[in-house]
């Protein structure tokens, strides 16, 4: 936890924050390689970089145990994310673990993966009962737009590893913010979308999240908290952490943003006994519900 996310927490404990009830498990995420990635955006909601990681990564053994409950919980989707999962040594076989369950997606920044990983993908998929997505991090339709966010040289990385995954008839998700885009004429969506077309991707698909602003944009916009007031006739079904759990380092945590972040943490033992109401009391939190954002592919 950095200054910041400790210093709010320290003001949550003296409030009261709304709570989200609890309805089903759709979706159980993994913070694999806790905040260790080979890139270090500026953007990054938790702050994860290649030099002294906060946070973890998480040991397989203990994955596999979650996967085994999950299922028996009914869960219906798996998510890999970080950090960068391809520094995991034990990703792809995770990957399959997880495969032998439900569908399972894995977010990237893409430049890990060369032709022989994209090969390893492509059978990894074709010999799962479900179907494994892959998540591609863009946040810019141009090299410029993008490595000022994402770091010299990231776009044709991740540009050449979509490539590589459309060839082979994976068809990842592009995943971008706008950070880097306001005021750059056409939205952000469209330019991508030409962007992939051009690149002989034949069929994009695209995803555009929000800004948090926490991590290393901690304290760019308001400080702003969800109230019983405001959600006062607000169906919070749509809020993603009434059917969604994160594991990270430390436990079991309401949603893949927050997780790592002990306010966020529901419990730290079996996933059957995390899976009661969350504290809406972090920033974020307000930003899921102002835009519906939600981690999941769509």
């Known amino acids: 936890m950095n200054d910041n996310e400790g210093a709010g927490a320290r003001r949550l404990a003296q409030t009261a924050a709304p709570a989200a009830p609890f309805r089903e498990l759709r979706s159980l995420w993994f913070q694999l390689t806790g905040t260790l990635c080979n ?4 953007h990054c909601f938790n702050a994860s970089g290649p030099r002294h990681p906060w946070l973890p990564g998480l040991d397989a053994t203990g994955i596999r145990r979650y996967i085994e409950e999950a299922e028996q919980l009914g869960v219906r989707e798996f998510y890999f994310t970080g950090g960068e999962p391809f520094l995991h040594p034990e990703l792809l076989d995770l990957l399959a673990d997880a495969l032998a369950v439900a569908p399972t997606t894995v977010l ?19 010999a799962a009962a479900y179907s494994l997505e892959i998540r591609v991090s863009l946040d810019g339709a141009t090299a410029d737009e993008n490595d000022a ?22 068809y990842p998700i592009v995943t971008a913010t706008e950070v880097a885009a306001a005021g750059r004429g056409p939205g952000l969506y469209d330019r991508l979308r030409r962007l992939l077309l051009e690149a002989g991707v034949d069929r994009p698909r695209i995803k555009i999240i929000p800004i948090f602003a926490m991590g290393r944009l901690a304290g760019r916009e308001p400080d702003r908290r969800l109230t019983p007031e405001l959600l006062d006739g607000y169906d919070t079904a749509r809020l993603q952490c009434t059917e969604t759990r994160a594991i990270a380092d430390g436990g079991i945590y309401a949603c893949p943003i927050l997780a790592g972040l002990r306010q966020a943490r529901v419990g730290t033992g079996r996933l059957a006994d995390a899976l009661g109401p969350a504290s809406l009391d972090h920033a974020a939190c307000y930003t899921c519900f102002e835009t519906g954002m939600s981690c999941a592919n769509f």
């Open 149 to 170: 966010v994402r770091g010299h040289g990231s776009f044709d990385r991740a540009l050449a590893a979509i490539c590589r995954l459309s060839a082979r008839r994976l």
């Open 39 to 42: 890139l270090a955006c500026r």
């Open 108 to 126: 990237t920044n893409g430049t890990l993966i060369d032709d022989g990983m994209a090969d390893r993908l492509a059978a990894l998929a074709a």
